[in-house]
């Protein structure tokens, strides 16, 4: 008989869950699943267990299910090796794709299996080939671009949103390393001079304190994750009773730290969002670095 309620410890639990699943299962893979709150953490820092029971809900409710339930919604002919469910998200953020946060990014091994020359049983035909232009109309953070690039190819963006537009050509404009190090020293230099005089930054450590001490406190980790996983908490509630009581210290800080919020105009995206603070840290860097000034104008993005 096989005892249901065994405790692993991280690196069991991995080597459990690896022959379990059929697919590594790293121990920060376990660890992710303790942080989010979706397997209970039972013990201290060092000798942190799980319940082989609780693993094997989890695994079976969700991740094991997932192929046959797409299937089941989709049909059997779906190409589930697309789905790249294997690759961690390092690999799914590969060099310049981790840039920006981008929620709606291409997973850049799909744009390659289908750029690329290989052929299988399910891309039957090679379409494209070195040299080829590739133009992707609805181009967003640039993925397309980069995997083109990346292999020999031209290519072109096109976006209708100017932010997104500015992220890919970021990410396939050609640098001159040295250069663009030496510039950024330069700045980082001036900006801290210019930083000194302001008390901004020390308002962020405060804040960022008050912040980590408040959510130790009614958000600790991962225990809150867990309770609200199970339906214990009312996330709504809670949040708003815990927003209330935290207003007033943020509130204490700003006028403490003579921080202004509300902006005297709403014209632009960095009127309406940005702290005064940050805008001045804005304008203090482009004033002072003509080049990044030239280098936006030339990709004509008329942000700031
Ligand atoms: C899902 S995103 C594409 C993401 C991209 N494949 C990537 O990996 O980053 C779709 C993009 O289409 C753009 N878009 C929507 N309507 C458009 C239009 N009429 N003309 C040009 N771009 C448009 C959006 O701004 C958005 O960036």
């Not at 040299?131 to 963006?157: K, R």
């Not at 030496?182 to 962020?204: C, D, P």
């Not at 406190?217 to 009312?234: C, S, T």
Request: net charge positive; charged share 25%.
């Amino acid at each position: 008989m096989i005892e249901t309620n065994t405790l692993f410890s991280i690196k069991e639990a991995s080597v459990w869950a690896t022959e379990h699943l059929g697919k590594t299962v790293t121990p920060s893979n376990i660890s992710y699943l303790i942080q989010y709150g979706r397997i209970k953490k039972i013990g201290d820092n060092g000798t942190t267990q799980v319940s082989r029971q609780e693993l094997m809900g989890y695994y079976n409710s969700y991740n094991g299910n997932r192929e046959f339930a797409w299937k089941d919604q989709l049909g059997e002919d779906l190409n589930w090796a697309l789905s790249f469910d294997k690759y961690k998200e390092a690999e799914t953020t590969k060099h310049v794709h981790r840039l920006h946060p981008y929620k709606g990014k291409f997973i850049p091994q799909l744009v390659e299996y289908f750029l690329d020359s290989h052929t299988d049983n399910f891309k039957k035909q090679v379409y494209f080939k070195k040299g080829d232009i590739i133009l992707d109309p609805f181009s967003g953070s640039g993925t397309t671009m980069v995997q083109s690039c990346e292999l020999g190819m031209h290519a072109i963006g096109i976006d209708v949103s100017a932010f997104n537009a500015l992220i890919g050509n970021c990410k396939v404009a050609r640098y001159d390393f040295v250069d663009v190090q030496a510039e950024i020293n330069r700045i980082t230099k001036v900006l801290k001079e210019f930083l000194a005089n302001s008390r901004t930054l020390e308002f962020e450590k405060k804040l960022l304190q008050v912040l980590y001490d408040f959510n130790n406190r009614y958000f600790p980790v991962p225990d809150y994750k867990y309770n609200l996983q199970r339906g214990e908490i009312n996330e709504d509630k809670y949040g708003t009773e815990k927003e209330k009581e935290f207003l007033p210290i943020f509130n204490n800080l700003v006028k403490e730290y003579n921080i202004k919020l509300k902006q005297d105009k709403t014209d632009t995206f960095l009127d309406k969002w940005y702290s005064q603070n940050i805008r001045d840290e804005i304008q203090f860097v482009l004033l002072k670095s003509k080049r990044l000034k030239i280098l936006l104008q030339k990709k004509s993005l008329a942000l700031f």
